[in-house]
């Protein structure tokens, strides 16, 4: 019996590809003109995931986040709304926050002391024009915080900075759709695992995660998910793969052997769900060219509540089967320095297609 059956996935998958592609040239992965125009046309236009909602559940709580290289901040007003500002000061445009905290009341710019409201609206420009003067005709109201727009799904907080991208649910559904039948109605973050920085282009970990291929060469400690019961899947951007195991096969314990899916939602969303009672989001944050920060958030979304022990035994797994994969991205990038890298290397017609299609989408993206 299929333990899946009712999570059938099957009518995304890519299918066969008659010819071996090519992959991205190593431009892509290495120059900072490339990094510049994706952080101009494509971060700025899209739907970016940049946060967990979960981190900012109360009035005030706020955290910087980074997007296509600008510095943003996620405030949660006093209305208990969350809104997304560009993190730089009306005056001049110093960077307001860079930690995480909770603010009181208002928000104030440690530079020339400029005060805002939760809700990013100017307050206060003390002394802007004289020792206890205003300038006559300064209108606060036009000089609040910038804002960018924010959409929630679930737990996951995405921004789109220029405002103009598709409608944020035409963006969601492809990925809704691949999801169908999965129930999040009791999604739990049970643990926030800090994966640090990868010396790697964010492709390279997109990619990684989307293809199948290296799962039993490179995880061949951590999971038990052999190659054949794999297949890479695509619904528009929503891309990756996944994994159906029968449930009569038992797995060591301590390895990944369930029946998964592997999903990303162009450009850095990914989520991965692990039937029947786990879901993990990684949260990929481009530095430059060759380093990404990430971040992974691990959710219980079925059965009773993980005690410590279980708890801890998912936080070892993960971080394991990560750095097995960083150890892999991170020789990516350094093959990038290799000029036999210039035309992007081969895919495979079969286990690659997918990530032939991420590929497809950044190629538009920066054209
Ligand atoms: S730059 Fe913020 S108050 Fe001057
Ligand atoms: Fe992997």
């Keep these: 019996m299929n333990e899946t059956a009712d999570l059938d996935i099957t009518r995304f998958r890519t299918g066969f590809y ?29 739907w970016v995931f940049a946060a967990f909602a979960h981190e900012l559940a109360e009035p005030g709580d706020l955290e910087p986040v ?9 405030i949660r007003g006093r209305d208990g709304v969350l809104r997304g500002f560009h993190n730089a000061c009306a005056h001049r445009g110093a960077k307001l926050f860079n930690e995480p905290a909770c603010a009181k009341r208002t928000l104030t710019c440690p530079y020339h002391a400029w005060t805002y409201d939760l ?49 944020f649910e035409a963006f969601l559904r492809p990925l809704k759709e691949a999801l169908e039948g999965t129930d999040f109605g009791r999604l739990r ?23 199948p291929y290296h799962v039993p060469v490179v995880h061949h400690s951590t999971t038990e998910q052999p190659l054949d019961d794999h297949y890479p899947l695509v619904n528009g951007a929503c891309i990756g793969s996944a994994v159906d195991i029968p449930a009569d096969r038992v797995g060591r314990a301590g390895t990944l052997a369930v029946s998964s899916r592997y999903l990303t939602l162009f450009p850095t969303f990914v989520l991965g769900v692990y039937v029947p009672d786990e879901v993990g989001v990684h949260l990929n944050i481009p530095l430059s060219p060759g380093r990404t920060q990430q971040y992974r958030v691990i959710y219980q979304i079925a059965g009773e509540p993980w005690n410590e022990a279980k708890i801890a035994a998912q936080r070892r797994l993960w971080y394991d089967v990560h750095k097995e994969d960083h150890a892999m991205v991170e020789r990516l990038q350094a093959g990038r320095a290799s000029t036999a890298t210039a035309t992007g290397g081969v895919l495979s017609p079969c286990w690659e297609t997918s990530l032939y299609e991420f590929q497809r989408l950044v190629r538009e993206s920066v054209a």
């Excluded at 008659?18 to 899209?46: H, K, Q």
């Excluded at 109201?141 to 996951?156: C, T």
């Excluded at 643990?191 to 293809?211: H, P, Q, T, Y």
């Design 18 to 46: 008659s010819e071996v592609m090519r992959g991205l040239p190593r431009e892509a992965y290495l120059s900072d003109e490339f990094m510049r125009r994706e952080n101009e046309r494509l971060f700025a236009r899209r």
């Design 66 to 74: 980074t997007v296509g290289g600008q510095p943003l901040v996620l």
């Design 119 to 167: 809700e990013g609206k100017l307050l206060a420009a003390p002394n802007f024009g004289g020792w206890r003067q205003d300038v006559p005709g300064f209108d606060k109201s036009a000089h609040g915080l910038k804002p960018v727009s924010l959409g929630i799904f679930h737990d996951w907080v995405f921004v789109n900075i220029d405002g103009e991208a598709e409608p």
């Design 189 to 211: 973050p049970v643990a926030r695992i800090d994966l640090g920085v990868v010396e790697a282009n964010w492709k390279f970990l997109m990619e990684n995660f989307i293809e």
